[in-house]
Nanobody, 122 residues
Framework: QVQLVESGGGLVQAGGSLRLSCAAS????????MGWFRQAPGKEREFVAA????????YYASSVKGRFTISGDNAKNTVYLQMNSLKSEDTAVYYC???????????????WGQGTQVTVSS
């Protein structure tokens, strides 16, 4: 059972930046793709970004491509989401996720974090 703990959410003005972190309870490199989903009020959860289990590939939703960057630190079992040029429509609860095939598929995950709130004020 992989446990995922997110941190780094908060309130930021439009155009600003935030970095989310997701710490895994065990080594995920080589076993699980890691990624982020988000869910805004009244909307379904949607894929944001992922990094493959090899670390060699990254995937992004079209709505965040060019603004968000996903990366991983294998020594710390941690994945990051650097979010720049934030917009009010980025406001959501952001969930860290782990799944063997995350990236290749973008709709489900084996493990989920508890979520962290990101609020972008306009």
């Amino acid at each position: 059972q992989v446990q995922l703990v997110e941190s780094g959410g908060g309130l930021v003005q439009a155009g600003g930046s935030l970095r989310l972190s997701c710490a895994a309870s065990e080594r995920t490199f080589g076993s699980y793709g890691m990624g982020w989903f988000r869910q805004a009020p009244g909307k379904e959860r949607e894929f944001v970004a992922a990094i493959s289990r090899s670390g060699g590939s990254t995937y992004y939703a079209s709505s965040v491509k060019g603004r968000f960057t996903i990366s991983g630190d294998n020594a710390k079992n941690t994945v990051y989401l650097q979010m720049n040029s934030l917009k009010s429509e980025d406001t959501a609860v952001y969930y860290c996720a782990a799944d063997r095939f995350l990236g290749a598929q973008r709709t489900r995950a084996d493990y989920w974090g508890q979520g962290t709130q990101v609020t972008v004020s306009s």
